[in-house]
Nanobody, 114 residues
């Protein structure tokens, strides 16, 4: 299986980005999906999680109200819409698939700076 993230980049504070993670080689519709991020010198942290059907989501307190996780089980893709970005949102963003074990993508860099 493979997870491929995209959509990262450089954005000014207050801006928006939408990350995508395309999944192949798994029965995507059965898998919970998550977004994590890791800033330099810091521990990787959970940002958002969505159940296999998409009916339940959960967010880190630091992003609640600004980020939205969603999924398209036809396109085998999970998204992270990020609004109101702050410099502290800077980091490498990873998607994770959970199906017994955890499987990770290679990450996409998000930099929030003026």
């Amino acid at each position: 299986g493979q997870l491929v993230e995209s959509g990262g980049g450089l954005v000014q504070p207050g801006g928006s980005l939408r990350l995508s993670c395309v999944v192949s080689g798994f029965t995507f519709s059965r898998c919970a999906m998550s977004w994590y991020r890791q800033a330099p010198g810091k521990v990787r942290e959970m940002v958002a999680v969505i159940t296999s059907t998409g009916d339940t989501t959960n967010y880190a307190a630091s992003v609640k109200g600004r980020f939205t996780i969603s999924r398209d089980n036809v396109k085998n893709t999970v998204y992270l819409q990020m609004n109101g970005l702050k410099p502290e949102d800077t980091g490498m963003y990873y998607c994770k698939l959970t199906w017994g074990f955890d499987y990770w993508g290679q990450g996409t860099q998000v930099t929030v700076s003026s």
